[in-house]
């Protein structure tokens, strides 16, 4: 069983800047980050194969950067130009299936760390 400890969420105001950090118990292929707003469905916002290949959500795309470092079993989630609509509970996550933001499943979940954008 893989175990995924987040840190690093908090409130800033708009176009202020956060990094999300998710330490594995062991390496797995696929990580990503999820989000989940109040009364909407969760949300793919990035994942990283093991070779730094990297997908975004549209939405995020030149203002967030996933990466990995294997040898310390922890990935990130730089986030920068941050807006209101990116406030959500973010959650780590480990084996995503496929590697593909749409599948939106995976077999290891961190506990999750709220981000808020005030405008």
């Known amino acids: 069983h893989v175990q995924l400890v987040e840190s690093g969420g908090g409130s800033v105001q708009t176009g202020g800047s956060l990094r999300l950090s998710c330490a594995w118990s062991?390496?797995?292929?696929?990580l990503g980050w999820f989000r989940q707003a109040p009364g909407k469905e969760r949300e793919g916002v990035a994942v990283?194969?093991?070779?730094?290949?990297?997908s975004y959500a549209d939405s995020v795309k030149d203002r967030f950067t996933i990466s990995r470092d294997n040898a310390e079993k922890v990935h990130y989630l730089r986030m920068d130009s941050l807006k209101p609509e990116d406030t959500a509970m973010y959650y780590c996550?480990?084996?995503?299936?496929?590697?593909?933001?749409?599948?939106?499943?995976?077999?290891?979940w961190g506990q999750g760390t709220q981000v808020t954008v005030s405008s």
């Open positions: 062991e390496s797995r292929y696929c």
């Open positions: 990283i194969g093991m070779g730094g290949d990297t």
């Open positions: 996550a480990a084996d995503v299936v496929g590697c593909k933001l749409s599948e939106t499943k995976a077999n290891f």
